[in-house]
């Protein structure tokens, strides 16, 4: 069965960072893109940040730039988000997805979906 499992979702507060891990069962990463997504409560899921498959090209949503960064290891058959300088704007249930080699901008394209790691930036 092929799944994917995201964890380090937490309570932090603003300012702090978190590192989230998508890891993969049933079958190997490395021949797929991973995008990582997030919802808010009331918003619709918005992209976040992506890994092609190769490792060789990423993308970061503008309101992550600079804080964020995406990395793999498929060694380890796990895709990360290391999170700083985290805001309240940040709050939200956070998901990795896996498509085919390439990312892309749409939700639809991608074919695996874990079930999501909360991240709550409070005081």
């Known amino acids: 069965q092929l799944q994917l499992v995201e964890s380090g979702g937490d309570l932090v507060q603003p300012g702090g960072s978190l590192r989230l891990s998508c890891a993969a069962s049933?079958?190997?990463?490395?021949?797929?893109?991973i995008g990582w997504f997030r919802q808010a409560p009331g918003k619709e899921r918005e992209g976040v940040s992506c890994?092609?498959?190769?490792?060789?090209?990423?993308h970061l949503a503008d309101s992550v730039k600079g804080r964020f960064t995406i990395s793999r290891d498929n060694a380890k058959n796990t895709v990360y988000l290391q999170m700083n300088s985290l805001k309240p704007g940040d709050t939200a249930v956070y998901y990795c997805?896996?498509?085919?080699?390439?990312?892309?901008?749409?939700?639809?394209?991608?074919?695996?979906w874990g079930q999501g790691t909360q991240v709550t930036v409070s005081s």
């Open positions: 049933g079958f190997t990463l490395d021949y797929y893109a």
């Open positions: 890994i092609w498959s190769s490792g060789a090209s990423t």
């Open positions: 997805a896996a498509r085919g080699r390439y990312c892309s901008g749409s939700i639809r394209d991608y074919d695996y």
